[in-house]
């Protein structure tokens, strides 16, 4: 049985004003982005993981190795092409009043069917639900070969990003990909869970955690924001 346990990368350099960043601008972590990070890594210090797998891209292996540093054993950490973000295209390192000054149409148009609709000169969703499919077709191939199967293992943890996290969550649930904006988020460094325990594939997880952030999260602050 295997528990993978997703997160998203902490802020960056570019986060604020909030824009769309894909495979083309590889940004750092901010200093806030390496504080989440912290709060995180000290969330799951007690955790056994398997191992950590992490997108190539610079603000979630900064994220990762936060992480593997905390934890109370050495942990192998590999690097995951399939877990990279969306490839934005042309809306690259664009806000979104940006993208709907210059590109208001095809915003839209992509707004309905993000699925069937690719970003100009990048990725649709049903393209990163293909790379995220194959990731988890490989990682219970591999489970099961390490002996898994129904027996309960170690989880992995997954260090990736907010629309790679959202529409990998769709094609474990067997949700419409075309909804994953509509129907899921993902913060900062928030731990979500899928547990896959019945053997019938990349689409048959049971979710056991969405969204948590209660270690970044303002003590007053409503659970749910």
Do not use: K
């Amino acid at each position: 049985m295997l528990t993978l346990v997703l997160t998203r990368h902490g802020l960056t350099t570019r986060s604020q004003p909030e824009q769309h960043l894909g495979q083309r601008i590889d940004v750092e972590l901010s200093e806030e982005g390496r504080a989440q990070a912290r709060a995180l890594a000290a969330r799951l210090a007690g955790v056994r993981f398997e191992r950590i797998v992490t997108s190539p891209l610079l603000r979630a292996r900064q994220t990762a190795e936060v992480v593997a540093a905390a934890l109370r054993r050495p942990i192998a950490m590999d690097v995951e092409e399939r877990l990279a973000e969306m490839d934005y295209g042309e809306w690259e390192g664009l806000t979104y009043a940006q993208i709907y000054d210059r590109d208001g149409d095809r915003r839209r148009a992509w707004e309905a069917d993000p699925a069937g609709i690719a970003c100009p000169g990048g990725e649709s969703a049903d393209d990163v639900a293909a790379r995220a499919r194959g990731f988890l077709e490989e990682l219970l191939a591999e489970h099961v070969r390490q002996g898994g199967g129904t027996v309960e293992m170690p989880p992995v943890l997954a260090v990736a990003h907010s629309s790679l996290n959202r529409i990998l969550v769709c094609v474990a649930l067997d949700i419409p990909v075309r909804e994953f904006r509509l129907r899921l988020q993902q913060g900062q460094v928030n731990l979500t869970a899928l547990r896959f325990e019945h053997g019938l594939g990349a689409s048959d997880a049971r979710l056991v955690l969405l969204n948590d952030l209660a270690h970044v999260r303002p003590a007053d602050a409503p659970p749910w924001e």
